[in-house]
């Protein structure tokens, strides 16, 4: 009974260390790779993209049939589910826009379809940055790829809002239990739509290979840190009205890039989660040479390497070597 005890607490301070230790590492490689700086970049492309990439979204799902009408419904979801307070104000200045930008020519919807590529564009980089890949895709392969989230994911999201709205309008047996557990369950719609969208970035945008569990955690703190974040910064909003005060009718634009500054400072924090758990070797105490230090690109192109050829290597070969050099 006393030797269970001893290697229970043994293990809980192990874990505790390994705890306290990759704390420490994600401390130092946010600071390392300036997520904030990073973050407000994204913000500003994100608002430069925001009406093109919408006018993009529309127009794929106006080209099927089985769509139709879900424009509007699409908008009305992404602006109450996402879009914490403001969210009419800002829904009636994107449909003025993507009113104005449906009179453009051919050549201006080629334009501002190349304005909504920065933004997918400008994702990758940052995110294959965070997870120190300097080997690009080929450009065939990365415009598949753009095209692709452009066109299938309004479809995705389309299909997800239809099938929500279809069994939320059932009245399964006229039972209120039902119904009741229905309703708490399309309350999670969004939280379940913000993971798997998380999950599908650090998976498929990162040009090197994530494990599907790394991304998964990074996913779903994420998506709860997310989900928190809207609540608290809605109730900031509501209950302390400085911008309102201050811009008067202007509010709703910097009410609106703060809280995409936020949304990213989310999103990136995700990705370094998950490319933290991924680098084992460079926070886990137990690691033989262990420190905490942030790997380079060569660095990671060592580790990366070694690991494709099935060998092991420790974090004091790769440094020693890139020291080396």
Same mark, same amino acid.
């Given at each position: 009974?006393?030797?269970?005890?001893?290697?229970?607490?043994?293990?809980?301070?192990?874990?505790?260390? &390994?705890?306290? @230790?990759? *704390?420490? /590492? #994600?401390?130092?490689?946010?600071?390392?790779?300036?997520?904030? !700086?990073?973050?407000?970049?994204?913000?500003?492309?994100?608002?430069?993209?925001?009406?093109?990439?919408?006018?993009?979204?529309?127009?794929?799902?106006?080209?099927?049939?089985?769509?139709?009408?879900?424009?509007?419904?699409?908008?009305?979801?992404?602006?109450?589910?996402?879009?914490?307070?403001?969210?009419?104000?800002?829904?009636?200045?994107?449909?003025?826009?993507?009113?104005?930008?449906?009179?453009?020519?051919?050549?201006?919807?080629?334009?501002?379809?190349?304005?909504?590529?920065?933004?997918?564009?400008?994702?990758?980089?940052?995110?294959?940055?965070?997870?120190?890949?300097?080997?690009?895709?080929?450009?065939?392969?990365?415009?598949?790829?753009?095209?692709?989230?452009?066109?299938?994911?309004?479809?995705?999201?389309? &299909?997800?809002? @239809?099938? *929500?709205? /279809? #069994?939320?309008?059932?009245?399964?047996?006229?039972?209120?239990? !039902?119904?009741?557990?229905?309703?708490?369950?399309?309350?999670?719609?969004?939280?379940?739509?913000?993971?798997?969208?998380?999950?599908?970035?650090?998976?498929?945008?990162?040009?090197?290979?994530?494990?599907?569990?790394?991304?998964?955690?990074?996913?779903?703190?994420?998506?709860?840190?997310?989900?928190?974040?809207?609540?608290?910064?809605?109730?900031?909003?509501?209950?302390?009205?400085?911008?309102?005060?201050?811009?008067?009718?202007?509010?709703?634009?910097?009410?609106?890039?703060?809280?995409?500054?936020?949304?990213?400072?989310?999103?990136?924090?995700?990705?370094?989660?998950?490319?933290?758990?991924?680098?084992?070797?460079?926070?886990?105490?137990?690691?033989?040479?262990?420190?905490?230090?942030?790997?380079?690109?060569?660095?990671?192109?060592?580790?990366?390497?070694?690991?494709?050829?099935?060998?092991?290597?420790?974090?004091?070969?790769?440094?020693?070597?890139?020291?080396?050099?």
């Amino acid at each position: 009974m006393a030797d269970k005890q001893t290697t229970s607490k043994q293990t809980w301070r192990q874990r505790a260390r &390994s705890a306290m @230790a990759f *704390s420490g /590492y #994600l401390h130092h490689r946010i600071g390392h790779d300036r997520l904030t !700086v990073t973050a407000g970049s994204m913000a500003y492309v994100t608002l430069l993209s925001l009406v093109p990439l919408i006018t993009v979204v529309l127009s794929a799902l106006s080209s099927f049939p089985v769509f139709a009408g879900l424009g509007e419904l699409l908008q009305n979801f992404v602006i109450e589910n996402f879009v914490p307070a403001a969210g009419e104000v800002v829904k009636q200045y994107l449909n003025e826009f993507v009113a104005n930008a449906g009179k453009m020519t051919a050549v201006g919807v080629a334009a501002l379809f190349v304005v909504a590529m920065m933004l997918i564009s400008s994702i990758d980089q940052s995110l294959n940055y965070i997870w120190r890949v300097h080997e690009k895709r080929r450009p065939v392969i990365s415009f598949s790829i753009y095209w692709m989230v452009l066109t299938l994911g309004p479809i995705l999201v389309g &299909s997800s809002i @239809a099938v *929500s709205s /279809y #069994l939320g309008s059932l009245n399964l047996l006229g039972s209120d239990a !039902v119904n009741g557990l229905l309703q708490r369950s399309l309350r999670w719609l969004p939280v379940i739509m913000s993971s798997c969208a998380f999950l599908g970035l650090y998976l498929l945008v990162p040009n090197t290979k994530v494990r599907f569990r790394h991304a998964l955690v990074g996913a779903v703190i994420a998506s709860i840190l997310f989900e928190l974040s809207k609540k608290g910064f809605a109730l900031y909003i509501t209950n302390f009205p400085s911008y309102q005060v201050i811009y008067g009718a202007l509010a709703v634009v910097p009410i609106l890039f703060v809280w995409v500054y936020l949304c990213w400072c989310i999103v990136l924090f995700g990705a370094e989660f998950t490319a933290s758990l991924g680098e084992k070797s460079h926070w886990h105490p137990d690691t033989k040479g262990w420190q905490t230090t942030v790997p380079t690109q060569a660095e990671l192109s060592g580790i990366q390497q070694a690991a494709k050829k099935g060998t092991d290597v420790q974090q004091t070969d790769i440094i020693g070597k890139g020291k080396n050099k």
